[in-house]
């Protein structure tokens, strides 16, 4: 493929200065936007073409068009951080590229070169650079997407269209008040996946099949589901769509990826750091039973989930049908903020980044 050449589009209704700022004041996330989009069309004839940044608003899109119908269209999510000395990085963006086209390579989609998937991120983020919030903590946020187009309601081939798009939120701090331990509640009437299905790519269907399980996670009093194995219900998988860690003494426990789990990015990272922070990693398998009586012990301190969004979360309380237990003393653990810390610290520039995950843009 030849290398794209983006088209240039400036919106005309840009937010004013103090539009901007009232927004970056109190963003939350995922509730406000950016004044762009980057969108770039695929067809099999063509390949991938037609690469713009353009005004953010809506698409239009025929109601006979194959993703609503089938749910062919996955996505990533990533950050643009403002670091303490003013300039602008994304935090391992090649990464974010690589997973996209795996969940691609699942999902019968066609690949983006990952140049290309950073070349987006860049130009959207230097064009909406004032979007950066300087605020500690705060963060934009990154989602990159694609979508299957094709108009027919034909279910036996995937689309012959697509369109990837990168639109971006400024975000809050994932804690407000100071870090605090979440609650979790054990599915086992429902399933985030199962050997062979869709697990470790990051498709919507994913998500909207674990909202009955978060609502039940809820009405039981608990922050977040944890997911369980498919074929027993006893082997610890995720929290959410967040990858977890449980910390004996100083080991570092992460369930292996199965092709069930999410291959996260944090949790990649925490494994190549955690011989830098005196840790054990070690990829392996937990069962419920397992987990609590290693809090009871005392031998299993602490639990922690990692994701873009919160970084590190720790978890401080377990609630199953038949089973509840307290990890630690409730309180987040010593391990679980420095960890933290040095993640934070890489991508607000106050710690050294010897591994080359920062990518700078402005």
């Keep these: 493929m030849t290398q794209l050449s983006f088209d240039v589009q400036l919106s005309d209704h840009a937010r004013t200065d103090a539009e901007r700022e009232q927004v970056l004041s109190s963003p939350g996330f995922g509730q406000h936007f950016t004044d762009h989009m980057i969108s770039i069309d695929y067809t099999e004839e063509l390949g991938w ?40 990085v994304t935090f391992r963006p090649y990464a974010n590229a690589a997973r996209f086209n795996l969940s691609c390579q699942r999902m019968a989609m066609p690949e983006l070169p990952e140049e290309t998937f950073v070349e987006a991120l860049e130009l959207l983020v230097q064009t909406d650079r ?44 994932y804690f407000t008040g100071g870090l605090k331990p979440v609650s979790v509640w054990l599915s086992t009437e429902y399933t985030r996946a199962a050997p062979g299905g869709t697990g470790a790519a990051k ?20 922050d977040q589901v944890v997911w369980l194995d498919s074929h027993e219900h006893r082997y610890v998988e995720e929290m959410g769509g967040m990858n977890l860690f449980f910390v004996y003494g100083d080991k570092l426990l992460t369930p292996a990826l199965t092709g069930t789990l999410l291959p996260g990015i944090t949790r990649d ?21 397992e987990w609590q009586a290693g809090c009871e012990s005392g031998e299993l301190g602490e639990v922690f989930a990692c994701g873009t969004a919160a970084v590190v979360t720790p978890v401080g309380f377990v609630k199953g049908a038949d089973r509840a237990w307290t990890i630690g003393d409730g309180t987040p653990g010593p391990v679980t903020m420095r960890v933290r810390e040095e993640l934070v610290g890489i991508q607000y520039g106050g710690r050294p980044d010897h591994h080359g995950w920062i990518h700078k843009i402005g």
């Design 49 to 88: 073409h037609n690469a713009r940044l353009m005004p953010y608003g809506p698409l239009t899109l025929d109601p006979a068009t194959s993703v609503f119908h089938y749910g062919q269209e996955l996505f990533e999510g990533l950050k643009a951080y403002r670091q303490v000395n003013g300039s602008i």
């Design 269 to 289: 990272s925490i494994l190549t750091l955690a011989a830098e922070l005196g840790l054990e990693p070690v990829e392996g398998r937990l069962s419920i039973e």
């Design 130 to 173: 004032d979007w950066v919030p300087t605020t500690e903590g705060h963060s934009l946020y990154l989602r990159p997407f694609i979508i299957a187009t094709q108009v027919g309601l034909g279910v036996n081939y995937p689309s012959r269209s697509y369109k990837f798009m990168v639109i971006a939120s400024p975000a809050a701090s």
């Design 203 to 222: 498709c919507g269907g994913n998500y909207a099949g674990a909202f009955v399980a978060t609502r039940q996670a809820v009405e039981q009093g608990c």
